[in-house]
C-alpha cells in the first residue's frame, strides 16, 4: 500500500528562521509528487510538481527537493505570510494513477 | 485562470436529509474528484470521475453517490445525511491524471 508521511504535523518559526519540511513515501515507483499550500478556509493551492530524484523546483522562498524516498520543503527567510498547511501527494506508477495525500504540515511564522 | 467552484461555502443540513454539493471547473479537465478533508486525517477521496458519466469510487465511498452528466460539473450526494458526514468537502479537477489538481474552496457541511 502506498503511503505519505509528512512531518513535523506542526512547526512555529520566528521570521527570518529558515527551515525544511518534510515528505517520505512508500510507492512501488514514483511517478509524480506534487506540493500544495492551504490557506485556513481555503482549498490547497498547487505549488511544484517532482518527477525524478535529483530534480528542484523553486518559488520564492520555496525550493523543493526529491529523493528516492522523500521529498523536502525548504522555506527560507520565511515571512508570517507563509504561515498555511503543506500537503505533499504522491503519484505511483501503474493503478490508478490517484495521488494519495500526507496529512500536512502546519506552518505558523511569527513577526 | 483556472478555476474550480463549489456551490456553497457553508450548509447545514439535518440528519437524515438528502444533500447535494455541485462543483464546476471552467478548464475542460477531464478528471474531477471529491475529497472530504477532516482534522488529523487529512484529505480522503470519495469518488472520482475521468468522463462525462464515469465513476469509480475512492477510498471512503460509503454514504455517497456521485453523477457527472456533463463534463464540467460534478456533483456529490450525499443520499441520507448522518452526523458523521459533518466535514470540509473539496472538490477537484485535473487536465490529465499525471497533472496537479486544481481546488476549489471547499463546502463545510454540518449535519445536525
Known amino acids: 500500500e502506498d503511503q505519505v508521511t509528512q512531518s513535523p504535523e506542526a512547526l512555529r518559526l520566528q521570521e527570518g528562521e529558515s527551515s525544511s519540511l518534510n515528505c517520505s513515501y512508500t510507492?512501488?515507483?514514483?511517478?509524480?509528487l506534487f506540493w500544495y499550500r492551504q490557506d485556513p478556509g481555503k482549498g490547497p493551492e498547487f505549488l511544484f510538481t517532482l518527477y525524478s530524484a535529483g530534480e528542484e523546483k523553486e518559488k520564492e522562498r520555496l525550493k523543493a527537493t526529491l529523493t528516492k524516498k522523500e521529498s523536502f520543503l525548504h522555506i527560507t527567510a520565511p515571512k508570517p505570510e507563509d504561515s498555511a498547511t503543506y500537503l505533499c501527494a504522491v503519484q505511483a506508477q501503474g493503478g490508478s494513477y490517484i495521488p494519495t495525500f500526507g496529512r500536512g504540515t502546519s506552518l505558523i511564522v511569527h513577526p | 485562470d483556472v478555476k474550480v467552484t463549489q456551490s456553497s461555502r457553508y450548509l447545514v443540513k439535518r440528519t437524515g436529509e438528502k444533500v447535494f454539493l455541485e462543483c464546476v471547473q471552467d478548464m475542460d479537465h477531464e478528471n474531477m474528484f471529491w475529497y472530504r478533508q477532516d482534522p488529523g486525517l487529512g484529505l480522503r477521496l470519495i469518488y472520482f470521475?475521468?468522463?462525462?458519466?464515469?465513476?469509480e469510487k475512492g477510498d471512503i465511498p460509503e454514504g455517497y453517490s456521485v453523477s457527472r452528466e456533463k463534463k464540467e460539473r460534478f456533483s456529490l450526494i450525499l443520499e441520507s445525511a448522518s452526523t458523521n458526514q459533518t466535514s470540509m468537502y473539496l472538490c477537484a479537477s485535473s487536465f490529465e491524471f499525471n497533472q496537479p489538481q486544481h481546488f476549489g474552496d471547499g463546502t463545510r457541511l454540518s449535519i445536525l
Open positions: 510507492v512501488s515507483g514514483l511517478r509524480g
Open positions: 470521475s475521468y468522463d462525462v458519466k464515469m465513476k
